[in-house]
């Protein structure tokens, strides 16, 4: 089993920064790909981001690509979610989430572990 910790979240100005944190505890391992994604109120849970077990690869949603950036940090288990340029259609919870086993990074039924959520509140 893996437990997964988002922190970071909260209320920002459009236009501005957040850096969500995503630790992993538990039955760890680099091997798992991770990814971000989010829900707002009333509407379906969405990819945000993946990064590959080794962090040599990601991957974005059209809709936060140039503004968002994934990475990881084995070496401290955690994934990192750094969110520039935010706008009020960013407000979500935002959920990470592991995986090991195969198939696309974009679909949520890929991925084994989730976190509980961390709300991003944007304000126009």
């Known amino acids: 089993q893996v437990q997964l910790v988002e922190s970071g979240g909260g209320l920002v100005q459009a236009g501005g920064s957040l850096r969500l944190s995503c630790a992993a505890s538990?039955?760890?391992?680099?091997?798992?790909?991770m990814g971000w994604f989010r829900q707002a109120p009333g509407k379906d849970r969405e990819f945000v981001a993946a990064?590959?077990?080794?962090?040599?690869?990601?991957y974005y949603a059209d809709s936060v690509k140039g503004r968002f950036t994934i990475s990881r940090d084995n070496a401290k288990n955690t994934v990192y979610l750094q969110m520039n340029s935010l706008k009020p259609e960013d407000t979500a919870v935002y959920y990470c989430?592991?995986?090991?086993?195969?198939?696309?990074?974009?679909?949520?039924?890929?991925?084994?572990?989730w976190g509980q959520g961390t709300q991003v509140a944007v304000s126009s």
């Open positions: 538990g039955r760890t391992s680099s091997s798992y790909a």
């Open positions: 989430a592991a995986r090991t086993r195969s198939g696309s990074n974009y679909f949520s039924r890929n991925y084994d572990y």
């Open positions: 990064i590959s077990w080794s962090g040599g690869t990601q």
